[in-house]
C-alpha cells in the first residue's frame, strides 16, 4: 500500500531564508508527483507537477525534485517570504483500477518579518 | 474560466438530515473525485469519476452516494448525516495528469 510521508509536519522561519520540504513514498510505481499549496479555510492549489520521466520542474522561487528510486522529491523554496505562510501538501499518482492521488499529511510553514 | 466550483460554501446540519453538495467544472476532464480533510487524517477519497455514467467508491465511501449528472457535474449526497461527516469536503477533476480543487464546503453536523 502507497504510503505518503511529509517532514517536518511543520516549520517556522523568518523571512528570507531558503527551505527544503521533504516527501517520501514507500512505491517507486508512481507516475506522476504533484505539490500543492493550502491557506487555512481554503482549498489546494497546484503548485508543480513532475512527470515520472522528469528530474524536477521550476516556477519561480519554487523547485520541486523527484527521485523515483529513492522514493523521495523535495519541494525547495528560495528566499521565503511571509506570503509563503501556508500548508504544504505532496501527492503521488498511482493506477490500480484507477489514477488516483495519495496525499501526505502536510508541512505547515510559518514565515514571519 | 471558473475551474472548480463547490455549492453551498458551508451548511450545519442536524443528525438524520440529508443533503447534496453541488460540485462543476468548466475544464472539458473526464474525471472527477470527491474528498473528505479532516485534521490529523489528511484528504481521504470519498468516491471517484472516471467518466460520465461511471463512478466508483474510494477509500470513505460509506454513508455517502454520488451522481455524475454530465461530463460537468458531479454531486455527494448524504442520505442520512452523521456527526461523524462533520468534515471539509472537496471536489476536484483532472486532466494532463494533474488535480484541480474546488474550493470547499464545511459541514458540521450536530
Known amino acids: 500500500k502507497q504510503e505518503v510521508t511529509q517532514i517536518p509536519a511543520a516549520l517556522s522561519v523568518p523571512e528570507g531564508e531558503n527551505l527544503v520540504l521533504n516527501c517520501s513514498f514507500t512505491?517507486?510505481?508512481?507516475?506522476?508527483l504533484q505539490w500543492f499549496r493550502q491557506d487555512p479555510g481554503k482549498g489546494l492549489t497546484s503548485l508543480l507537477l513532475?512527470?515520472?520521466?522528469?528530474r524536477e520542474q521550476t516556477s519561480g522561487r519554487l523547485n520541486a525534485s523527484l527521485d523515483k528510486s529513492s522514493g523521495r522529491s523535495t519541494l525547495y523554496i528560495a528566499a521565503s517570504q511571509p506570503g509563503d505562510s501556508a500548508t504544504y501538501l505532496c501527492?503521488?499518482?498511482?493506477?490500480?483500477?484507477?489514477?488516483?492521488?495519495?496525499f501526505g499529511a502536510g508541512t505547515r510553514l510559518a514565515v514571519h518579518p | 474560466n471558473a475551474g472548480v466550483t463547490q455549492t453551498p460554501k458551508f451548511q450545519v446540519l442536524k443528525t438524520g438530515q440529508s443533503m447534496t453538495l453541488q460540485c462543476a467544472q468548466d475544464?472539458?476532464?473526464?474525471?472527477m473525485y470527491w474528498y473528505r480533510q479532516d485534521p490529523g487524517m489528511g484528504l481521504r477519497l470519498i468516491y471517484y469519476?472516471?467518466?460520465?455514467?461511471?463512478?466508483d467508491k474510494g477509500e470513505v465511501p460509506n454513508g455517502y452516494n454520488v451522481s455524475r449528472l454530465n461530463k460537468r457535474e458531479f454531486s455527494l449526497r448524504l442520505e442520512s448525516a452523521a456527526p461523524s461527516q462533520t468534515s471539509v469536503y472537496f471536489c476536484?477533476?483532472?486532466?494532463?495528469?494533474?488535480?484541480?480543487f474546488g474550493p470547499g464546503t464545511r459541514l458540521t453536523v450536530t
Open positions: 469519476s472516471a467518466s460520465e455514467g461511471t463512478t
Open positions: 501527492a503521488v499518482w498511482i493506477s490500480g483500477g484507477y489514477n488516483k492521488l495519495i
Open positions: 476536484a477533476s483532472s486532466g494532463g495528469g494533474e488535480q484541480y
Open positions: 513532475i512527470q515520472s520521466s522528469q
Open positions: 475544464m472539458n476532464h473526464n474525471s
Open positions: 512505491d517507486s510505481a508512481i507516475y506522476n
